[in-house]
């Protein structure tokens, strides 16, 4: 029989009945949409930042020939503010003009006529990245799905979609044991949808019309604000992840792991510039601490 979640103290839904008090039956939810990095799994491991501080500088220092960590963070940090993508943000940062010159001897693969290539940074990160910090797979999270996905009353389709590129998208979710649950036709990465990214319409629009779902029909799950309010305007329902312990009001624990998950998170929101989780905003219409909870706010909304 399908399993029935027991709501926790750190799952809440932001449920407020319509202006003109009238309510009115929504359409069937279809769809589940999840973020990868920092909603499936925590944003404390101190992977993200990882990824977006040693991983985006020592990619643009060997590959795009900036000169030092710290020029190539400067530009990394502008653009990432404005795109929340790596790839996306280095585009437009060289069709700026933001990146140097090729050093004397050094050419342009035969066809290229770009610096950057998002193949390029996809290859860096799925082979170079420290993936160890993940932690491995969280067999509550695990469970969470697998319910989710043998659910008959529910019937979900359950897709990924990240605003990393697909080879390193995929090697995350192998790593927190999640990628049978997201199969090719089921996962986009941001290396699908250039010259567009989450929180683009456009972008959207591509994945919505790949899965064959209406927004409405779906839910976004999610731990970028930008994002959350982005699939909102289309019309999804929408949950934030915002990190375990990070609930607003949720008791602080100085000692021991708790507070290294709390700095690894810190850490984590300073390469997101603008974009920290905000459980009050009106585009959220529930929020998590870590994916493993989303079964509860599924059981408020869907029934067992």
């Not at 990146?99 to 193949?119: K, S």
């Not at 019309?235 to 624990?253: H, K």
Request: glycine share 8%.
């Amino acid at each position: 029989s399908p399993r029935t979640f027991t709501m926790t103290m750190t799952a809440s839904i932001n449920d407020d009945p319509p202006e003109d008090g009238i309510k009115r039956d929504r359409p069937k939810i279809t769809t589940i949409i999840f973020d990868v990095d920092d909603t499936l799994y925590d944003v404390g491991t101190g992977f993200t930042a990882h990824r977006n501080i040693d991983g985006a500088t020592s990619f643009m220092v060997e590959k795009l020939h900036f000169p030092s960590v710290e020029e190539a963070l400067v530009v990394r940090n502008e653009y990432f503010k404005k795109y929340h993508s790596t790839a996306k943000g280095l585009v437009v940062a060289e069709a700026d003009g933001k990146f140097p010159p090729l050093p004397e001897g050094v050419t342009l693969p035969p066809g290229r006529t770009n610096i950057f290539d998002a193949g390029d940074l996809d290859d860096y990160w799925a082979s170079k990245l420290d993936f160890s910090l993940l932690g491995g797979p969280d067999p509550k999270c695990v469970d969470t799905l697998q319910s989710m996905s043998d659910n008959p009353n529910w019937n979900l389709n359950l897709v990924a979609f990240s605003n990393g590129p697909r080879k390193y998208v995929s090697r995350v979710l192998k790593e927190i044991g999640l990628d049978s649950f997201f199969p090719a036709d089921n996962l986009f990465a941001v290396t699908d949808v250039l010259p567009h990214c989450k929180p683009d319409k456009a972008s959207f629009d591509l994945v919505l019309k790949s899965v064959g779902a209406r927004p409405e029909e779906c839910i976004m799950v999610e731990d970028s604000m930008k994002n959350v309010r982005g699939a909102k305007a289309l019309g999804m329902r929408t949950i934030l992840v915002v990190g375990r312990g990070r609930r607003r009001g949720a008791p602080t624990n100085e000692d021991g792991n708790d507070a290294k998950l709390d700095e690894n998170a810190k850490n984590a929101e300073a390469t997101k510039a603008g974009d920290a989780p905000d459980e009050s905003d009106p585009a959220v219409d529930a929020v998590v601490e870590v994916a493993s909870e989303i079964g509860d706010v599924l059981n408020m909304w869907l029934g067992a």
